[in-house]
């Protein structure tokens, strides 16, 4: 299983507009993080999860050049906006809609965003197709499964996602965008190689982990390696990963992990 680490940031990004901190300014590429979002391949079988703003861009970045699911994890602005970039997909795909599963508050979004959309075909070639479907608790695929939970974010809930490759057995658990991890979430989460969390800034946030709360969280499951993702300006990479415990680090833009 290969996981790409497409985007990190919040909705803000970083560089963030109009701001002189030194984590804006640095020259550090790990500092330069664009809006959250990741791709999963399991034997073949690419994921994609969420579409940024800068989807377009962190794909020429990492040469995606293969989508055969989508998943959005909920539909706020910075995971959903990306997704009219999906067409180049459909084109890829023979002109067939692509899978888009999410919950109802996500199938909603897209909806509301891209009536244009909805239909087994494009309504021309070049344009995006999307058939919605609600994600199961477990995604039974030849290549694995994918399992999902939901995690608390403010007024909704998003979802957690588990992949186990079937020709490894390899586990990776993927918790973004949650202000917790519910008891049932971290008890699906363990026995994972390799955990992603939600751990925005050393500050309390009311719809976010904090980076002490997911430092929790980690020592909850247990994963050997486990990576803090949606981060914001406020924490230089290098400094943030000096500081956290063995096991733990920062993600940052165009990282890729061979499980």
Request: with cysteine; net charge negative.
């Amino acid at each position: 299983m290969e996981v790409i680490f497409l985007g990190t940031g919040t909705s803000q990004g970083v560089p963030m507009i109009a701001c002189p901190c030194a984590v804006c300014r640095s020259t550090d590429p790990r500092n330069r993080r664009t809006r959250t979002s990741i791709h999963v391949v399991m034997d073949g079988f690419h994921v994609q999860v969420d579409a940024t703003p800068e989807f377009r861009l962190q794909c020429l970045r990492e040469e995606i050049r293969q989508l055969d699911l989508f998943i959005l994890t909920h539909g706020h602005a910075d995971h959903i906006t990306g997704m009219d970039d999906l067409r180049r997909f459909c084109d890829l795909r023979d002109g067939t809609a692509l899978p888009v599963y999410t919950t109802e508050e996500g199938m909603r979004r897209v909806r509301a965003i891209y009536p244009y959309a909805m239909a087994e075909r494009p309504i021309a070639k070049g344009y995006a197709a999307f058939t919605l479907v609600d994600m199961p608790s477990v995604l039974e695929l030849p290549q694995g499964t994918i399992q999902s939970t939901r995690l608390p974010h403010g007024s909704l809930d998003t979802l957690g996602l588990v992949f186990t490759e079937r020709s490894s057995g390899k586990r990776f658990v993927y918790y973004t965008d949650c202000k917790a991890v519910p008891p049932a979430a971290v008890e699906l989460a363990r026995g994972a190689e390799i955990v992603v969390l939600d751990g925005l800034r050393p500050l309390p946030h009311p719809t976010h982990m904090s980076i002490a709360e997911a430092v929790a969280v980690a020592h909850e499951i247990a994963a050997p390696s486990t990576w803090l993702t949606h981060l914001t300006h406020v924490t230089d990479h290098a400094e943030l990963a000096a500081s956290l415990p063995a096991g733990i680090a920062p993600a940052y833009d165009g990282l890729r992990l061979v499980i």
